[in-house]
């Protein structure tokens, strides 16, 4: 067999990798000249980073805390660079030098394209499948709001699966290499629920493949391929262990970690039944809040099943704009609703960027591959498709999900089940590229394949065409909100009620037009496929066409979602965020370190304030439990006291002439004397003392640091004694005392992992702090004058960046080691799997003629 190097079996894939990259160029031109798409989401993490960004211009160094969101948070959960990573970070610095949508979109294609090749099918069967992946609607609405980090999570999805596929096949090196460095990217990407959902899907994978090898008798492979990927695993997660330490001890704490509350209910964590011990996680109603619903599965096939996004979609022909102008109102502002703001999305869900459409003519091929593939792969493909549309369903198929988040580990952390949907488009793709691939290895025609070819046709096609003809009539389209929101706009229950009607009609036109778009594309593609079946079409002009007409239709709806009118000149973006007279004026007051309330707004889930000021609230799905739980029952009940103890000077409120400056002249400071310590028995207490209490001369602490107060005689006398604060920077906070006698001194300052993250000093000796009022610091202070310091030294960093250190070493060392081995193999290509007869099938020559194959001896 001819032998050939590793040049030349990469030639062809390098060529098809850059088409790739061109078409993502094409799909986002604007990056290419200058302009940015306006991401909300990352907005609002460039905003809470400021701090950061600026003590790291000033010092060189990014602080490990800042006060700029929650009234503090550990800043390595907000933007923390680590340059022990080395890896992850040149690769991430290499993406910088191209526009940041082409990067995503292309990265996507490329892990996908990678994973096809080790499956056998490069070429335009690799670039068929990565155009699925990458332009599933799902993934680009990810796009336009900023879910970065998302989108890169999923992008290396399909390289950890290669790495996992290689090594179990007894390619060991590659498969080493391959998983190592897709896991690096993996965990460098910080999105650990999608990483979380791969690894359950590698799990699988894991077990099928094991089962497989033990029934043939191949053990030392089994063994040798697992220890291959213990080899990386480890090394691949190393090369991050800074990030995974702290995310894995952070976690602990928040929203996601367990509460001491027992008598009270929160939205984001807490059980419903008072009295009842916290779950170790989130609840099932917070969860769940965002669960696709069984019939928004029919989605896939049309976008339009359920309207689109929650935010417009219509157009001037439609029949709410007729309606609206017919009532009156101004054509600019009902163009405007139609296009931005009419609620055309009549699912469950609260709100959607827009559908997980995966492309009518990919199901009809997945389909038609599930039906005739021999590849015992399939099973394993089909088996997580369905796994995966089931917990997208959420609280909608509670007797699996139910099970899972009560039972299954880590499953109960994580939210917004729905984006299992972007893993279902990357088997999707899989699945289809099998059936061609079946096609291309066995030289079908269509007589042989006329019954599973019209088994597809109707299962996908006569659906859409069935919805296209009949959809008015079978469901209602109607959300439950809609009656209300049109009689508040035009406050007459009449004249909303015939709004509606018209809302109504325009879901079912979206229904059958977009249905009988699905039933078109459809039979181009089965029209095609039945040309290169009965040899009336070449492979070299079947597989081309098939994918132009695959991007087309996935494209034709990515536009309506993400196109050239989502980009903005940078300037614009960068003026986002100007401060407003009320921001200026708070601005002005330099005397010291103090906290900003943007009430003009909802202060927990913006980062507006964040932007300019240290703010007591934010945006960030890492906040503090305890904090959390401050703001939910503390704060209503006593906003006053919570202010005040949070040091919160100003406050924003909304005005008729713009936001305003309310002063707060009660604020405590950045530290003060209490004249009575109030000791509690447990977390109830606590917070229930926090929402009557008066912060100024009353401290409530948790019994367990009753020693640190033992032998005070109160109430203590605090007249004439002073501390205040003489330096600040987001680590490191000097504070002066002054005090006749030993006194109690509580600080405006976030407890976290006092005494071990968060450390005190006094005259430079360290000594004990405790926490106060549910979420602040405080401390024994002796009589006299004393320099007090809080540092923020988590030991945990040292010991990931030598981790980080160690495994990114290896992991480079790895890498040279798969070069070289890849370089001096002598491969050909129905060993290596980069061009088998599929490949070339789909390149467009002629396959050579197929063995004949025993029943059940299909390969995975």
């Known amino acids: ?236 997660a190393g090369s991050w262990s800074t990030r995974l330490l702290t995310v894995n001890q952070y976690s602990k704490e928040t929203i996601r970690g367990r509460s001491e509350l027992t008598a009270t209910t929160t939205s984001q964590g807490q059980d419903k039944d008072a009295g009842k011990p916290a779950s170790d996680g989130l609840t099932e109603d917070y969860a769940f809040a965002y669960s696709y619903g ?113 039972y299954f580990p880590y499953f109960n952390k994580f939210r917004a089940m729905t984006m299992t949907l972007a893993i279902v488009q990357l088997f999707i793709g899989i699945g289809a590229v099998l059936g061609l691939q079946e096609i291309a290895r066995r030289n079908l025609t269509f007589a042989e394949l006329k019954q599973p070819f019209l088994i597809s046709l109707a299962a996908t096609g006569g659906l859409a065409l069935l919805f296209a003809l009949l959809g008015g009539t079978l469901f209602d389209f109607r959300a439950p909100n809609d009656a209300q929101l049109f009689t508040q706009i035009f406050g007459d229950a009449g004249v909303g009620n015939e709004m509606l009607r018209a809302l109504v009609s325009d879901r079912q036109s979206l229904l059958r037009g977009d249905s009988f778009r699905s039933f078109i594309f459809i039979m181009l593609a089965a029209g095609l496929l039945w040309l290169y079946l009965n040899k009336r079409l070449k492979p070299a002009l079947f597989y081309p066409l098939l994918v132009g007409l695959v991007i087309i239709d996935l494209i034709m709806v990515d536009k309506r979602w993400v196109n050239n009118s989502d980009f903005v000149s940078k300037s614009v973006v960068q003026n986002q965020y100007e401060p407003s007279l009320a921001d200026q004026q708070i601005l002005q007051d330099t005397s010291s370190s103090y906290r900003v309330l943007d009430n003009t707004t909802n202060f927990m889930s913006s980062n507006n304030a964040s932007f300019f000021h240290k703010s007591i609230g934010g945006y960030n799905p890492a906040r503090l439990r305890r904090y959390d739980e401050l703001m939910t029952y503390g704060f209503p009940k006593n906003p006053a006291g919570v202010l005040n103890m949070l040091n919160a000077r100003y406050i924003i409120r909304p005005d008729q002439n713009g936001p305003a400056v309310q002063h707060n002249a009660e604020a405590l400071g950045n530290a003060w004397f209490v004249k009575v310590v109030r000791l509690v028995d447990n977390a109830d207490q606590e917070m229930a003392a926090v929402q009557t209490l008066n912060p100024k001369d009353t401290v409530v602490v948790d019994r367990r640091f009753a020693d640190q107060v ?71 202070v002796p009589a006299g004058k004393h320099q007090i310091e809080f540092k923020f030294e988590p030991p945990i960093i040292a ?62």
């Open 294 to 406: 069984k019939l928004e599965t029919f989605t896939l096939l049309v976008p339009g099943f359920l309207g689109g996004g929650s935010g417009g979609g219509l157009s001037t022909s439609s029949d709410l704009y007729q309606a609206m102008t017919s009532k009156g109102v101004d054509p600019s502002a009902a163009r405007q609703f139609v296009e931005q703001g009419a609620p055309v999305y009549w699912g469950d869900q609260p709100i959607v960027g827009g559908p997980a459409y995966a492309g009518a003519i990919m199901l009809f091929l997945f389909v038609l591959g599930m039906l005739i593939s021999q590849n015992r792969l399939k099973w394993f493909v089909l088996g997580v498709t369905i796994l995966l549309i089931m917990i997208a369903w959420g609280k909608n198929f509670m007797l699996l999900n139910g099970f899972l988040f009560d």
């Open 799 to 860: 010991v990931g960046n030598t981790i980080d250190l160690v495994a990114n070493s290896l992991l480079l060392g790895l890498m040279l080691l798969g070069l070289v081995w890849a370089w001096r193999s002598k491969g050909n290509p129905e060993e290596d799997n980069l061009s088998g007869p599929e490949t070339q099938a789909a390149a467009g020559s002629t396959p050579a003629p197929a063995k004949p194959k025993t029943r059940g001896a299909a390969k995975s």
């Open 710 to 780: 033992k032998g005070l005689n109160f109430p203590l006398e605090t007249a004439g004694n002073t501390i205040r604060l003489t330096a600040y920077h987001p680590e490191r906070l000097t504070y002066t005392s002054q005090a006749s006698t030993d006194q109690v001194a509580v600080f405006s300052e976030v407890y976290y992992r006092g005494d071990s993250d968060w450390n005190a000093y006094i005259d430079g000796q360290k000594v004990p702090h405790f926490r106060a009022n549910y979420v602040l610091r405080a401390m024994r």
């Open 1 to 236: 067999m001819k032998q050939t190097t590793l040049l030349q079996r990469l030639g062809p894939h390098l060529l098809f990798v850059l088409a790739l990259f061109i078409l993502a160029s094409i799909y986002f031109l604007p990056a290419w000249q200058g302009k940015v798409i306006n991401m909300p989401d990352t907005q609002q993490s460039w905003a809470s980073a400021r701090e950061i960004r600026e003590v790291k211009e000033q010092t060189g160094q990014a602080p490990l805390w800042t006060n700029a969101l929650f009234s503090g948070m550990p800043a390595y959960m907000v933007s923390f660079p680590n340059p022990t990573a080395f890896v992850g970070m040149a690769i991430w610095g290499f993406k910088a030098l191209f526009p940041a949508p082409v990067m995503l979109l292309f990265a996507q294609m490329l892990g996908m394209y990678i994973l096809l090749v080790v499956l056998g099918a490069g070429g335009w069967l690799g670039v068929l499948g990565a155009v699925t992946f990458a332009f599933g609607t799902y993934n680009m609405v990810s796009i336009e709001a900023g879910h970065v980090s998302k989108v890169y999570a999923l992008a290396y999805g399909p390289g950890i699966l290669a790495g996992v596929i290689q090594a179990l096949r007894g390619r060991y090196v590659g498969g080493m290499v391959l998983t190592a460095l897709f896991l690096c990217l993996e965990f460098g990407s910080n999105h650990l629920q999608i990483t979380y959902y791969l690894f359950l899907i590698l799990g699988i994978y894991v077990v099928f493949r094991a089962v497989e090898l033990l029934r043939e008798g191949k053990l030392r492979q089994l063994a040798l391929g697992l220890a291959a990927l213990l080899v990386a695993g480890a090394i691949g």
